[in-house]
């Protein structure tokens, strides 16, 4: 019933960044947690950082120090800080959330993020 829209994808070089965006359409206090997956090309799709609804954070080890994930609960928006960006970061990135009154996991359409070598 919460719909999530990603947005902030793009082509960026090698050692770049980018801020994804996932904007849901109610608080995002309707989920006990937030995140971003990415799907990389003939990978399996993959978790890269998680947010709670008290700030509490988690990320992948491929993404810790590099990417920082954050939310405005005014604009009902979780982001995704992507810094020093590499060619293996090249993905489909998509926000989910789990939602507090059913459990059910809401899914984004995701943004395509293309890193150049």
């Known amino acids: 019933q919460v719909q999530l829209v990603e947005s902030g994808g793009g082509l960026v070089q090698a050692g770049g960044s980018l801020r994804l965006s996932c904007a849901a359409s109610?608080?995002?206090?309707?989920?006990?947690?937030m995140g971003w997956y990415r799907q990389g090309p003939g990978k399996q799709r993959e978790l890269v950082a998680t947010?709670?609804?008290?700030?509490?954070?988690d990320y992948a080890n491929s993404a810790a120090g590099r990417f920082t994930i954050s939310r405005d609960n005014a604009k009902n928006t979780v982001y995704l800080q992507m810094n020093s960006l590499k060619p293996e970061d090249t993905a489909v990135y998509y926000c989910?959330?789990?939602?507090?009154?059913?459990?059910?996991?809401?899914w984004g359409q995701g943004t395509q993020v293309t890193v150049s070598s």
């Open positions: 947010i709670t609804t008290t700030g509490a954070t």
């Open positions: 989910t959330g789990r939602s507090r009154l059913t459990g059910n996991n809401n």
């Open positions: 109610r608080s995002i206090f309707n989920f006990n947690s």
